[in-house]
């Protein structure tokens, strides 16, 4: 098309039109690694501009190996991550007569993502649970795989809000105090503050929280109420 063939349309009232497969759903995630446990934690509101979908829409998912995985952004792709990823666990059991240990499985998600690379999942994970010695082993990805294994993180809309907290709180970052090995009864707590602040903040976090605590017990879930406005 001719460029006065655009000016002659744009004076007609023509409308672009444009698709995308993606949408961001909102919602916060953290994980925090101590000793012997590891606590992965989301919130459940799913939303979508200022409308608010569904008040009870897990982002976090327990597996049958024993590691949770956090997802934010598309609702819909950490869905069907997960379901790929519990298929794949079920396979290696079958194949391998055990069950794949989380840094494996760290791995595997690497992959899979990667394969994605092209069309990825909109999804910024954390995947929780207890590596080989029983110590709490935490790792964090990008859309496309990459990854690292810390010791606390947080993600999706309320994560800028959460990490700083975490970092002054878990890491003692600015602080004289020594950092010391942090205990489960102050994860909970400090997961708590964590998410009721970043719900009196951001507008895609509330509801619920619901918390996966990993120990070598096995998985415990919590529910905490947020607020619902």
Request: net charge positive; glycine share 20%; proline share 0%.
């Given at each position: 098309m001719a460029p006065q063939d655009w000016m002659e349309a744009e004076k007609q009232g023509a409308v672009s039109h444009a698709f995308s497969p993606y949408t961001d759903n909102g919602g916060t995630s953290l994980a925090i690694a101590g000793e012997d446990f590891c606590l992965v934690a989301a919130d459940t509101r799913q939303s979508e501009g200022y409308s608010i979908n569904s008040r009870y829409a897990p982002k976090a998912y327990k597996f049958s190996n024993g590691a949770v995985l956090a997802t934010s952004g598309m609702h819909a792709d950490g869905h069907t991550l997960a379901k790929r990823l519990e298929q794949r666990l079920e396979w290696y059991e079958h194949n391998h007569g055990k069950k794949m240990s989380v840094g494996a499985m760290a791995q595997m998600l690497s992959t899979i993502l990667y394969q994605k690379r092209f069309f990825p999942y909109y999804t910024f994970n954390i995947l929780g649970g207890l590596d080989e010695h029983g110590k709490g082993a935490i790792y964090t990805y990008d859309p496309v795989g990459s990854h690292e294994r810390e010791g606390w993180r947080?993600?999706?809309?309320?994560?800028?809000?959460v990490q700083p907290f975490l970092d002054n709180q878990i890491g003692h970052k600015h602080q004289q105090s020594p950092q010391v090995p942090i205990t489960l009864e102050k994860a909970?707590?400090?997961?708590?503050?964590?998410?009721?602040?970043?719900?009196e903040r951001d507008i895609y976090t509330g509801d619920m929280a619901e918390l996966f605590i990993i120990t070598k017990d096995g998985v415990h879930v919590e529910q905490y109420p947020l607020k619902r406005d």
């Open positions: 947080a993600a999706g809309s309320g994560g800028s809000l909970l707590k400090v997961a708590k503050d964590a998410f009721s602040g970043a719900a």
